[in-house]
């Protein structure tokens, strides 16, 4: 099927952390802004997405794509990290998990396949 790349997915580590903010939504993304800097210049960090739910302004979901566990736990562990985050945790409850890719499937509307 054209579009679909089955077992060709890329090599890579996926976090998607889910977030319930208690505070003020607007703030939280500020904060999460200042993670986001640090994150940036990570041994194995790609790239990130903060996704704010059309629905519920207090919700929102982080989507990283991370070499492997090894890199994303050295820079979850780095004191860098938790003393960025510490404010973030004071302002939501977080649900992070892991996944590694199966398929990717790329739309006609990007103008590309897979």
């Known amino acids: 099927m054209a579009g679909y790349e089955i077992g060709k997915a890329e090599k890579v580590l996926t976090l998607v952390n889910s977030f319930e903010v208690h505070g003020d939504p607007a703030r939280f993304e500020e904060e999460f802004r200042k993670v986001s800097d640090w994150m940036r210049g990570q041994p194995g960090f790609h790239r990130h ?39 973030l945790r004071t302002m939501a409850t977080a649900s992070p998990q892991t996944y590694e890719h199966v398929l990717d499937v790329v739309g006609a509307a990007s103008g590309s396949t897979p």
Request: hydrophobic content about 45%.
């Open 49 to 87: 997405q903060l996704c704010r739910s059309a629905h519920d302004p207090r919700r929102f979901v982080n989507i990283a794509v991370w070499d492997d566990q090894a890199a994303l736990d050295a820079a979850i562990g780095d004191e860098g990290f938790q003393s960025r985050v510490a404010v």
